[in-house]
C-alpha cells in the first residue's frame, strides 16, 4: 500500500522559512518522480516542484528561487525548503507520487 505522510507544516512570519518532509512507502521509492502540489484557501490546486527519479528539480515560477526541492532515496523521503516565505505561499501542501495523495500539511505565512 502506497503511503505518503508529510510534515513540517506551521505557522511562520512572511519571510521566514520552513522545511517540509514527506515520508513514503510502499513502493519503490527511488524509481518515480516526486511532486510538490499546494492548495491555497479558496483557490484551485497548483503545482509547485517535482524531482526526477534521477535527480533535477523543477519548480512553478512563484516559488522558483526561494523553494529547493531535495530527496533521499535512502531514507525514502522528499524535502522541500522554503524560504523567504510570503503571505499568499499560505496553502495546504500535498506530496504525490504515483497518482496517490498525502493527507497534506498546513502553512500559514502571517505576521
Known amino acids: 500500500e502506497v503511503q505518503l505522510v508529510e510534515s513540517g507544516g506551521g505557522l511562520v512570519q512572511p519571510g521566514g522559512s520552513l522545511r517540509l518532509s514527506c515520508a513514503a512507502s510502499?513502493?519503490?521509492?527511488?524509481?518515480?518522480?516526486m511532486i510538490w502540489v499546494r492548495q491555497a484557501p479558496g483557490k484551485g490546486l497548483e503545482w509547485v516542484s517535482a524531482m526526477k527519479s534521477g535527480g533535477g528539480g523543477a519548480y512553478a515560477d512563484s516559488v522558483k528561487g526561494r523553494f529547493t526541492i531535495s530527496r533521499d532515496n535512502a531514507k525514502n523521503t522528499v524535502s522541500l525548503q522554503m524560504n523567504s516565505l510570503k503571505p499568499e505561499d499560505t496553502a495546504v501542501y500535498y506530496c504525490?507520487?504515483?497518482?496517490?495523495w498525502g493527507q497534506g500539511t498546513q502553512v500559514t505565512v502571517s505576521s
Open positions: 510502499g513502493f519503490t521509492f527511488s524509481s518515480y518522480d
Open positions: 504525490v507520487a504515483l497518482g496517490y
